[in-house]
């Protein structure tokens, strides 16, 4: 029995399907985040976008050492680092706008996109 065999062009437009995963990194870590509830900093620099980057190992060796072995103060002190601001900034956003910062923060350091 001859086998037929048919061939499906498919056809999906990517926007970015030529883009290498670092080049995506780059350019969403380029993306500011528009804060749905600006603030401003204890200094009383207002904060109306955060900009996430990576950090270095020794950065989030020093979140560490300043967390101890309180999960959430390390998460926060590695965040502030990504975002350029100080833990007791950080600590004025609100929770809106600290899970988005905290999202892109994870998908740039640790490829996580939850």
């Keep these: 029995m001859p086998y037929i065999y048919s061939i ?17 990194k780059e350019a969403v870590a380029n993306q500011p985040i528009k804060l749905q509830h600006p603030f ?3 200094a009383g620099v207002p904060v109306e976008q955060v900009t996430v980057k990576g950090i270095t190992v020794r950065q989030m060796k020093q979140a560490q050492r300043r967390g101890g072995s309180d999960e959430a103060e390390v998460e926060t002190a590695m965040v502030a680092v990504a975002c350029d601001l100080v833990v007791e900034d950080l600590e004025n ?22």
């Design 8 to 24: 499906v062009k498919l056809d999906y437009t990517f926007k970015d399907a030529d883009m290498s995963k670092d080049t995506k």
């Design 40 to 42: 401003a900093t204890d």
């Design 93 to 114: 956003m609100q929770m809106v706008d600290y899970v988005a910062v905290r999202e892109r923060f994870q998908q740039l350091n640790f490829n996580r996109t939850e």
